[in-house]
């Protein structure tokens, strides 16, 4: 078991943490798939609307890898596909039956999903339409199954605000866990990595097998694969490793294990604007809605889908997006404080990184969507630099790929890098400057680069 | 405030797309995001955002510097009195430096304000608030007898030079506050040189303390000053402020705590002070141990004492810190302070044209930054290539 601290970075102390137990949502009547957030695919339908399907039904593939098909995450009618610009496919929505069907694949106890072969779990996993829960970095993309990943990693340390507890979320879940973990390891031929909290002393993580554990301890970002890969098994290019959400591994433990797909997930609810914050048990693509009713104070608020570092602005009619287990409100506030720029700053008013208000130990901040300043030119107090940890050097990066310098962005390690472990910089830059979209932005650019 | 609220909700359609006022958005902008907060939302990416931004930073900046603007009055009504022996308690001292200052002040402010705003309006971009900076730092490093057409001039040459045409705060590479202290520095070189003292007395002269030991071959720095009757140029008493110089420059201790305060609110960065004062430190010992070999009485000048004299400290607190024209990089900001700090004491012992060493050393770092910045980014590249390459 190894060992990491990071020190740079900051958990930001926000009001409305979820509780650490699990309440039972009330059941939805509608699930969806949003096949826009499958970065670099091209999603080609495989039902109409009005189909009836079965709970892993195949609902669409990709044009560009088209063994990769996505499973069907509810049992019912396809009652709406909704297109966009271009007619890019923006959601399917299947209308839930009562008694929702399964599609039944064959049942492997833990000993067989020992002795599977590579291609065995690979072609399973593509079979069955859960192969887009593995991802790749770079680029955070669904996984290319003619590829042999470095390794695997896990990350069981969820450290953005108000996400779902992981040790809450997969207690008395270990044994699908680690099927999970087992078939995963086959797909590699380096190690599964693990990465627990080293606060968490649960022993769903200490007796895994079949796997490498590491604890990590520090602030936000440290929870995330990004930066966890940085410091276990750096990427460089050319090599390619692979992630899989937690919940996820359990997913894929259970459709070995038990022979169906069970979209079920916990999703945390959080934020200063729900009253009573807490875990909820639901389904992978639930609706907004039935995550939130009863739950919201009165008054306008931003629902997300995701953390409020990283998430997608949504409203009460939208769905949780795949990857997300997380929905979070927050406030809209139209508060312009007189001379705010001079006021001392408290604890309650203002929060903030650097000791520039009277407000250090802010313990339960209630965050609003105000940006809190204009945009402006950079301004480099080292802002970005103290909440990064990783050996990157984020204002040089996001200059050059300001500039477009190809070569710069790759000499400065951007393949190493990922949106969401720049979340935190945005968060804290002064200038209010969306440093995540840029590198996106940039990632955009060599992926463009490596198709050619 | 209601009312104040109400009245610029009223003026906004004026200003906004298709109004009258259309082209001076940026002023009323300005003028509405200082008195009341924005109420800017965010649109994606982080939903969520900590309360600082370029307006919080500046304004402290500038009260960073209100302590220095109050004892500045007070030394300048001190400096007068004592001059012209005319006796005045410390009050009457601080109403006649107050009157020396302030029309200083307006005309940095007004002329500062003015190029602003008209780069603004024709540009298109807002109002930066960093000209709050650079026009309260202006006056401090200004002497009391300065005509008004010079620091209009100054500010003007500071502004638009210094920061405008490279695209206004943020992308400029000198500091606009120096560049308006070196303007006058080389435009008026009999009147502001650094060797003679200004007092705010009619036919007043007499040397500053860099420039005593400058003038002497062959002689000990501490002896040379401490023999001077004109002004009490003592170790304590340089440190205390009470000496004729610039106008917010004296006082070290009040520039300490202001250097205090940017560090505590993490505005400015700690690297760039430790290593100016290791500089300054270092070089000044070597100096020391060449002083026998050379005839040059600056040479024998200890650390601690290029530590008080001159605009050093002041320059290190307010003006090498900046963080828009120094070294980006953590270890590029070592760099830019140990060269700053050695190459204040080498232009002040070893040149012969300019007592004061201070602000060449931080104009000549802030061009050497970009290129500081570019080795220690090359170290960092080589270094990934390395491990890209291993393994």
Request: charged letters at 20%; one cysteine or more.
């Given at each position: 078991?190894?060992?990491?601290?990071?020190?740079?970075?900051?958990?930001?102390?926000?009001?409305?943490?979820?509780?650490?137990?699990?309440?039972?949502?009330?059941?939805?009547?509608?699930?969806?798939?949003?096949?826009?957030?499958?970065?670099?695919?091209?999603?080609?339908?495989?039902?109409?609307?009005?189909?009836?399907?079965?709970?892993?039904?195949?609902?669409?593939?990709?044009?560009?890898?088209?063994?990769?098909?996505?499973?069907?995450?509810?049992?019912?009618?396809?009652?709406?596909?909704?297109?966009?610009?271009?007619?890019?496919?923006?959601?399917?929505?299947?209308?839930?039956?009562?008694?929702?069907?399964?599609?039944?694949?064959?049942?492997?106890?833990?000993?067989?999903?020992?002795?599977?072969?590579?291609?065995?779990?690979?072609?399973h996993l593509l079979a069955t339409g859960l192969w887009p829960m593995i991802r790749q970095r770079p680029y955070s993309k669904i996984a290319n199954p003619e590829d042999t990943p470095h390794s695997i990693f896990i990350s069981c340390y969820n450290s953005a605000p108000l996400t779902v507890d992981l040790d809450v979320a997969l207690r008395n879940r270990s044994s699908s866990f680690q099927a999970g973990i087992t078939a995963l390891s086959k797909l590699t031929d380096g190690n599964v990595h693990v990465v627990v909290d080293e606060k968490c002393t649960s022993n769903t993580f200490m007796d895994l097998k079949n796997t490498e554990i590491h604890m990590?301890?520090?602030?936000?970002?440290?929870?995330?694969?990004?930066?966890?890969?940085?410091?276990?098994?750096?990427?460089?290019?050319?090599?390619?490793?692979?992630?899989?959400?937690?919940?996820?591994?359990?997913?894929?433990g259970r459709l070995f294990l038990k022979g169906i797909f069970d979209p079920s997930l916990i999703i945390s609810v959080g934020g200063s604007g729900v009253k009573n914050p807490t875990h909820l048990k639901s389904r992978i693509g639930a609706s907004i809605n039935t995550l939130t009713t009863d739950r919201l104070h009165d008054g306008p608020q931003r629902l997300i889908s995701g953390d409020v570092l990283t998430g997608k602005t949504n409203d009460k009619n939208g769905f949780i997006h795949f990857y997300e287990s997380t929905v979070s409100v927050i406030p809209h506030s139209d508060k312009r404080a007189f001379l705010g720029m001079l006021h001392p700053g408290s604890g309650k008013t203002h929060y903030s990184l650097t000791n520039t208000y009277f407000s250090f130990g802010a313990n339960s901040f209630p965050f609003s969507t105000l940006s809190n300043g204009e945009g402006r030119a950079m301004m480099p107090i080292n802002s970005w630099e103290n909440v990064l940890p990783m050996d990157i050097l984020p204002n040089q990066l996001y200059r050059a790929i300001l500039a477009n310098d190809v070569e710069e962005m790759e000499q400065l390690g951007?393949?190493?890098?990922?949106?969401?472990?720049?979340?935190?910089?945005?968060?804290?830059?002064?200038?209010?400057?969306?440093?995540?979209?840029?590198?996106?932005?940039?990632?955009?650019v060599l992926e463009e680069e490596e198709k050619q | 405030m209601k009312f104040l609220r109400k009245i610029l909700d009223n003026l906004e359609p004026k200003f906004t797309k298709g109004g009258p006022l259309e082209k001076f958005h940026a002023v009323f902008n300005a003028a509405d995001t200082i008195l009341f907060s924005t109420d800017e939302k965010t649109e994606s990416g982080p939903h969520i955002r900590d309360s600082i931004d370029n307006k919080r930073i500046m304004i402290l900046v500038v009260v960073a510097l209100i302590p220095c603007y109050i004892f500045g009055a007070i030394n300048i009504g001190f400096q007068s009195s004592q001059f012209s022996g005319i006796e005045r308690s410390g009050w009457e001292n601080f109403w006649f430096g107050f009157g020396v200052i302030l029309p200083i002040l307006i005309t940095a402010f007004a002329t500062g304000g003015f190029w602003e705003v008209l780069f603004a309006v024709i540009r298109k971009h807002s109002i930066s608030e960093g000209f709050l900076v650079t026009s309260a730092l202006i006056p401090l490093v200004m002497p009391p007898t300065i005509p008004l057409w010079q620091v209009a001039a100054a500010t003007t040459f500071g502004v638009v030079i210094g920061k405008e045409i490279f695209g206004?705060?943020?992308?400029?590479?000198?500091?606009?506050?120096?560049?308006?202290?070196?303007?006058?520095?080389?435009?008026?070189?009999?009147?502001?040189?650094?060797?003679?003292?200004?007092?705010?007395?009619?036919?007043?002269?007499?040397?500053?303390?860099?420039?005593?030991?400058?003038?002497?071959?062959?002689?000990?720095?501490?002896?040379?000053?401490?023999?001077?009757?004109?002004?009490?140029?003592?170790?304590?008493?340089?440190?205390?402020?009470?000496?004729?110089?610039?106008?917010?420059?004296?006082?070290?201790?009040?520039?300490?705590?202001?250097?205090?305060?940017?560090?505590?609110?993490?505005?400015?960065?700690?690297?760039?002070?430790?290593?100016?004062?290791?500089?300054?430190?270092?070089?000044?010992?070597?100096?020391?141990?060449?002083?026998?070999?050379?005839?040059?009485?600056?040479?024998?000048?200890?650390?601690?004492?290029?530590?008080?004299?001159?605009?050093?400290?002041?320059?290190?607190?307010?003006?090498?810190?900046?963080?828009?024209?120094?070294?980006?990089?953590?270890?590029?900001?070592?760099?830019?302070?140990?060269?700053?700090?050695?190459?204040?004491?080498?232009?002040?012992?070893?040149?012969?044209?300019?007592?004061?060493?201070?602000?060449?050393?931080?104009?000549?770092?802030?061009?050497?930054?970009?290129?500081?910045?570019?080795?220690?980014?090359?170290?960092?590249?080589?270094?990934?290539?390395?491990?890209?390459?291993?393994?």
């Open positions: 078991m190894e060992r990491i601290t990071i020190k740079k970075g900051h958990d930001i102390h926000m009001s409305g943490v979820p509780a650490k137990n699990i309440e039972s949502a009330s059941h939805p009547t509608v699930v969806a798939y949003q096949p826009e957030e499958f970065r670099y695919t091209k999603p080609k339908l495989l039902v109409q609307e009005g189909d009836s399907v079965k709970i892993g039904t195949p609902l669409f593939f990709d044009k560009c890898m088209p063994n990769v098909k996505w499973a069907s995450i509810g049992g019912g009618k396809i009652s709406a596909i909704h297109y966009g610009y271009r007619r890019v496919i923006e959601k399917i929505i299947i209308e839930l039956d009562k008694n929702e069907e399964a599609v039944e694949y064959t049942v492997f106890d833990h000993h067989e999903i020992s002795d599977l072969s590579k291609t065995k779990v690979k072609d990590i301890r520090g602030p936000h970002p440290a929870g995330n694969v990004g930066i966890q890969i940085h410091h276990i098994d750096p990427l460089k290019p050319g090599k390619v490793v692979w992630t899989v959400n937690a919940q996820h591994v359990v997913t894929i951007l393949i190493e890098c990922d949106e969401e472990d720049f979340a935190l910089c945005s968060f804290a830059c002064p200038s209010k400057i969306d440093v995540g979209s840029v590198i996106r932005q940039g990632l955009d | 206004g705060v943020g992308m400029n590479i000198f500091n606009p506050a120096l560049v308006a202290r070196a303007f006058i520095f080389f435009a008026y070189p009999s009147q502001i040189s650094g060797d003679k003292v200004w007092l705010k007395v009619d036919g007043a002269s007499g040397a500053t303390a860099l420039a005593i030991p400058a003038a002497v071959e062959n002689g000990n720095a501490v002896d040379l000053l401490s023999k001077i009757t004109q002004f009490d140029y003592t170790w304590s008493n340089m440190f205390w402020g009470y000496i004729p110089g610039s106008i917010g420059e004296t006082n070290k201790l009040l520039i300490i705590l202001g250097i205090l305060f940017l560090l505590f609110t993490k505005i400015a960065n700690w690297r760039v002070i430790v290593g100016a004062l290791v500089g300054l430190v270092g070089t000044a010992m070597l100096t020391n141990i060449m002083a026998p070999l050379s005839s040059n009485t600056m040479l024998t000048l200890p650390p601690h004492y290029h530590l008080v004299m001159g605009g050093f400290l002041f320059g290190l607190a307010f003006m090498a810190t900046e963080p828009v024209t120094g070294a980006h990089t953590d270890k590029g900001r070592w760099i830019f302070g140990i060269l700053f700090g050695s190459l204040t004491v080498i232009i002040r012992s070893i040149n012969p044209a300019y007592p004061e060493g201070a602000m060449l050393a931080i104009l000549l770092m802030n061009a050497f930054a970009p290129l500081i910045d570019y080795y220690v980014v090359q170290s960092n590249i080589k270094r990934r290539m390395a491990r890209y390459a291993a393994e």
